[in-house]
């Protein structure tokens, strides 16, 4: 028996509600561009958009005229889609609040999750959307997950309850050795400050 190897996500699709209400939520709200469209090829009375959520990858929605918006939370129970975590800047982060109260909109948050901060709300289904920050850059050449994982290593062998940020620049200070090669033989900290 051999395992299938995934190499990301190719796309996320979602049932929206009608197109208008759709598009006006994916990009006039969330700023993404609608970059395709055409019927949903399973069930033609439904429409299909595409839209660039920034990092090369698609979120679709499924549409129908018929679908209106609705202020009832879609289930999350076993089975379900709980919520979508979507990547924002920190720049960003910090003006969601103000953004999502000029549209009325209700939301929690901000919430510190330790190595990312977040702010969940509802789109016009119901469903849960959060919108997410972390707090740290990896180093160049090592992915998001590496960090995490070396993260998760150092606060488990410390006894630490959650991740915090020390755990992040350990992790990465870590990680940094190992990937990044130098002349020096002792990489061990030191103090340049102290008299001789």
């Known amino acids: 028996m051999r395992k299938i190897q995934t190499q990301g996500i190719h796309h996320i699709t979602l049932t929206g509600a009608d197109r208008q209400t759709s598009i006006d939520f994916w990009e006039g709200v ?5 970059v395709f469209e055409q019927p949903n ?17 698609l979120i679709t ?8 918006p609705q202020s009832e939370p879609v ?7 709980h919520h979508l ?17 000029e549209r009325g909109v209700p939301y929690t948050g901000p919430k510190d999750r330790g ?38 290593k150092i606060r ?5 309850y959650n991740i915090q940020e ?15 090669r130098s002349l020096s033989d002792d990489r061990s900290a030191k103090n340049p400050y102290t008299e001789s």
């Open 41 to 57: 090829l399973d069930q033609p009375m439904e429409s299909h958009l595409y839209f660039d959520p920034g990092d090369g990858r």
């Open 30 to 34: 969330l700023c993404m561009p609608f």
């Open 115 to 152: 190595f990312m901060d977040s702010i969940y709300f509802r789109d016009p289904l119901g469903f849960l959307i959060e919108l997410a920050s972390y707090r740290f850059e990896p180093p160049a050449g090592v992915q998001m997950g590496e960090v995490m994982l070396e993260a998760h």
């Open 85 to 101: 975590a979507l990547s924002v800047s920190q720049a960003t982060f910090k003006q969601i609040s103000g953004r999502l109260e």
């Open 156 to 160: 488990v062998e410390r006894g630490d």
């Open 61 to 68: 929605i499924f549409t129908h005229e018929e679908r209106k």
């Open 166 to 180: 020390v755990h992040l620049a350990d992790a990465i200070e870590s990680l940094t050795l190992t990937t990044r």
């Open 75 to 81: 289930a999350q129970t076993a089975g379900h889609v």
